[in-house]
């Protein structure tokens, strides 16, 4: 029972925040706990998984590290060349641009109707979410509902979708052939994948290199990049709004190394020479 549970948080952990595993682990706990006053269950094995955690571990930020550009998230050159890539693959390209130009999740863009795009104002709107089951729900928080402007070129490009898009009930914007809610495992290989061998954006062993949510990172660090890079340069609060994180802390912990310093170099000397003129 303890590996059961134990195996249930580790999959919590691969797409979920340290936040979000902790509030399902509490009420699943709490829901054990009844169970087990009314002996339905021997043990509340929840309460198991603390105790069993090694003392003093650090955190899923500390423990991860910080993400390397080159290694969790693409390169602008790298991004470039799945860009140029995409256009020989055209069933892939709407969504994969859209993961990159939005930083939506796998689940929102798998979830995405074209009732949640305003080709009006250009925007586009967090509304639900298919999950690994593809059931489709709230997104993963209150924070996770939210607008994202699109770019006037992925604008273009979903309004062309749109035309070839395969219909169906769910009214999805990225749905099977059948219309209905694409599988993970589907886009990732058959997808991404593809494309980023094609783009000669892989691994030392051949293969490739970024998984979906890279492109969620790629997404985060554009937004922070500096505007002479070719980024937007956005501060952290709106980045936190951009991609639906929870809390300020969350994108701070997972991103705050890459804003410019603003210290440094010419930067410095620009500010030195206007405060002392």
Known sequence: MYRTARAFEDRLRRDRSPAMVRKIL?????????AQERGLVAQ???RGLRLRRPANKPSDARA??????GVDIPTP????AIVAALNAYPRWRPM???AMFTGLRSSELRGLRWSDIDFKTGELHVRQRADRYYRIGP????AGERTVPLPPTLTKILREWKLACPKGELDLAFPNTLGRVMDYNFITIRGLG???????VVTKSGKAKYNLHAMRHFYASWCINRRVDGGLELPLKVVQARLGHASIR????????LFPRGDDGAEMAAAEKAFLS
């Open 96 to 98: 994969l641009l859209t």
């Open 250 to 257: 969350m994108t701070a912990d997972r991103y705050g190394h």
């Open 77 to 80: 050159d790298e991004a470039r």
């Open 44 to 46: 509340n094995v929840v």
């Open 64 to 69: 991860k590290g910080r993400l390397k550009i």
């Open 139 to 142: 997104p993963k928080s209150a």
């Open 26 to 34: 509490t009420s699943l706990g709490s829901m054990l706990a009844d």
């Open 194 to 200: 593809v494309v980023e061998i094609a783009a000669g």
